[in-house]
C-alpha cells in the first residue's frame, strides 16, 4: 500500500509554477472566476500553458469556473494552448465560428503530441428543480386517510401519475434578484487530456438502470445492473452557507469543492496506483484530501498563505 505524500507552495502560480517537474496525472482545479477575485485571462491561459507542460502523456486537466454569462468561450480562449479535441464536433464549431482556432483538417493533422486536447464538458449541477410523484402521492393518500378513507383505489393512483406533479427543488444555489438571469443551477467542467487520449473508467460512477430489463441486453450484462451516468452530475452543496462567499465553518474556505465531486471526477479518470494529483488554486485543499483517501500523491498551491495553511491541515486530519 502507498503512502500518499503533499506537498503545497505558497505563490501565485505565475511564480512557483516551475518548481513543478512533469509527473503530474491529474489536474482538478478552480480558479478565481470573477475579475473582483483575481481573474484574468493571461490567468486561464497561464494554466493551459502549465498543464501542458507539467502532465505526463495521457495525463488529464479539469477546469471549472463558476457561471458566469461569459463562462463558455472562456474556455476556447485557452485556445492558444488547446487543440480542440476531436471527438466533439460541436466544440470544433463552435471554436471556428469565434475564429479561435483554425480547425481545418490540415492543421489537425499536426497536432503536437504535446499539445492538450480538449474533450468533454461536464454540466455539474448543485440544484434542480423536478417533478416529484413521491410527494404527490403521499400527499393523496394522506388526505385520503384523514378522510376516513383505508384503502385508495389503483385507478386514483393511475390518474395521479398521469396528472401534473409537484416540483421539488433538491440542492442549493444563490438566489439572484434578477428580471435579466436565471439562477446559475450549474457549472461547467471542462476537460482536457495530453495525448495518447487516456481511457475512462465509467462504471466506477455509475448509476442503477431505472429499467431493470436493459441491464441483461447486448453487453450490458457483463456489467450487472450499472450504467454510465452521463456527463449531467448532480452533486448538491450539503448546506445553503456552501454556496455564498462567505467561507463555510466547517471548510473555512469560500466556494470548496464537494468532495464528492472531487471523488467522482478521479474514480472515472482511471489513474494508476499512486498517481500525482495537483490543484494549483487549491483553496481549502479539498482535491488533497480526496486524493489522500483514493491512496493518491498531491501537490497543492495557492496565493493565499492562510489557504495553503488550512489545505495543510486538512490534509493532515484526511
Ligand atoms: C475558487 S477557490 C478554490 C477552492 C477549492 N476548489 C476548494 O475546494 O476549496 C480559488 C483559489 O485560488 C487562489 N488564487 C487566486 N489567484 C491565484 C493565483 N494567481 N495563483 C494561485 N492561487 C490563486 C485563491 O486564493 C483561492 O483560494
Redesign the pocket.
Known sequence: MITPKAQFLHG???AVNEQIRPTVDLIF????YKRSD?YELR?GQGLGRFAQRVLVPGGQLYVNFGQLLEELPRAFRFADEVEIGAQDQAHRMAAAELGQVDTSTESRRKVKQTQLVWGQTIAWVKSIATPSWRETLLETVTAAKKAGASTVSVKTLLDLLKGESRMTTRGHVTTLTSDRVLNYDWEPIFRYWKPPEPTLDRLSIGVPYTDKSNANRGTRGKNGDLRCRGDAWFVPYQTTGATTKKASAK?K?A???PEELVSMVLKFSNLRPGAHVL?????????GVVAKRMGYHFTG????AS?IETSREAWETA
Open positions: 501565485p502560480l505565475a482545479t478552480s480558479p478565481p483575481g490567468l471548510t474556505h466556494y470548496a469543492f490543484d494549483p488554486f487549491c483553496g481549502s485543499g479539498t482535491v498551491i495557492d496565493s493565499d489557504a
